[in-house]
């Protein structure tokens, strides 16, 4: 079993619509939960991070995160053409980042 | 500013070249990362820097060579790379002790001939 798990989609939704992505994950070490949106052949970009169990906003974005059940989400609200991209989800503890294989997102007008 | 800058953007190089990319950062921090993401993959960990000292090598191949000359430059030297290593070759920085909240450049698109 692989320590991040990502469904990769591609997932399609109409503009406005709320977006869910999702992750889970074996090691109850992780200290801290990050997202990342990537677009075709640029780098990561950070969009959220947490290092506890529960809710983070921050404009459309929410993150979410249970440790209990080792379930990391990512709401997105008033989804936007531009919010296509990869979405990567990156638990982590120490220096290692353990990356998702990333959620296609594609927000049609 | 939260910007890590990468150079070159695009490289191609024959199997016998060696060159180098370079990542800068004034982000103040003390940990620097370089990661390689293949097309539709996940970026996968290559070396990191601590307090401009190797950290962690993934078993990473010796014709990748990194070097960390001071806290806000990173540098990744390559000589006799084979075509498979054709890849989007990532830097990262973050404080020290972790790397939540690590911040990534834009990239070097590499292309090995």
């Known amino acids: 079993q692989k320590e991040v798990e990502q469904d990769p989609g591609p997932l399609s939704v109409p503009e406005g619509a709320i977006v869910s992505l999702n992750c889970t994950y074996s090691?109850?070490?992780?200290?801290?939960f990050m997202w990342y949106r990537q677009y075709s052949r640029k780098g990561p970009e950070l969009l959220m991070y947490?290092?506890?169990?529960g809710n983070k906003e921050d404009g459309r974005f929410t993150a979410q995160v249970d440790k209990s059940s080792k379930y990391i989400s990512l709401f997105i609200r008033d989804s936007q053409p531009s919010d296509s991209a990869t979405y990567l989800c990156?638990?982590?503890?120490?220096?290692?980042?353990?990356f998702g294989k990333g959620t296609s997102l594609l927000v049609t007008p | 500013d939260t910007e890590v800058t990468q150079t070159p953007k695009h490289l191609v190089m024959g199997m016998t070249n060696k060159k180098s990319l370079k990542c800068e950062q004034h982000?103040?921090?003390?940990?620097m990362y370089w990661y390689k993401q293949k097309a539709k993959k996940p970026p996968e960990l290559m070396f990191v820097?601590?307090?401009?000292?190797?950290?962690i090598n993934e078993s990473v191949p010796s014709r990748f060579s990194p070097e960390c000359p001071n806290s806000s430059l990173l540098n990744l030297h390559l000589h006799a790379l084979q075509p498979e290593d054709s890849a989007l070759y990532l830097c990262?920085?973050?404080?020290?002790?972790?790397?939540?909240?690590?911040?990534f450049g834009q990239g070097t698109r590499l292309t090995v001939v």
């Open positions: 982000m103040g921090h003390r940990a």
């Open positions: 990156a638990p982590g503890s120490g220096y290692a980042l353990n």
């Open positions: 820097y601590s307090y401009e000292k190797l950290s």
């Open positions: 947490t290092y506890s169990s």
């Open positions: 990262a920085s973050s404080h020290a002790g972790a790397a939540g909240e690590a911040f």
């Open positions: 090691n109850s070490a992780f200290q801290y």
